[in-house]
């Protein structure tokens, strides 16, 4: 059975960091590309961070970068988002997901094949 289990969210105040954490079962990652989505309280799910496991590439969205770090251990099946600096705008649940087809195209959210069930993180002013 194919399960990502995402984890590491809790409540943290502007400025601090969370590193999330998404394991892998069922599956190996086999080069795959690895993104973190979040979905704010009546807001559509985005794409924030990818890494492409195929030639290590690794993409975040505007909002985050260089505050947010996506990486992965393969040998551990288990992919990471470092996030440092956060700001309360950064409260969301956020997602882990796999896309097959090795492509980052973090505004596809369709085009992810596997999901965790998601992580709340929560950023206070």
């Known amino acids: 059975e194919v399960q990502l289990q995402a984890s590491g969210g809790g409540l943290v105040q502007a400025g601090g960091s969370l590193k999330l954490s998404c394991v892998a079962s069922g599956f190996a990652f086999d080069g795959y590309a690895l993104g973190w989505f979040r979905q704010a309280p009546g807001k559509e799910r985005e794409g924030i961070a990818c890494?492409?496991?195929?030639?290590?590439?690794?993409y975040y969205d505007d909002s985050v970068k260089g505050r947010f770090t996506v990486s992965s251990d393969d040998a551990k099946n288990t992919m990471y988002l470092q996030m440092n600096s956060l700001k309360p705008e950064d409260t969301a649940v956020y997602y882990c997901a796999v896309d097959r087809k090795r492509l980052c195209w973090l505004d596809r959210v369709p085009l992810f094949d596997y999901w965790g069930q998601g992580t709340q993180v929560t950023v206070s002013s």
């Open positions: 890494i492409s496991l195929s030639d290590r590439s690794a």
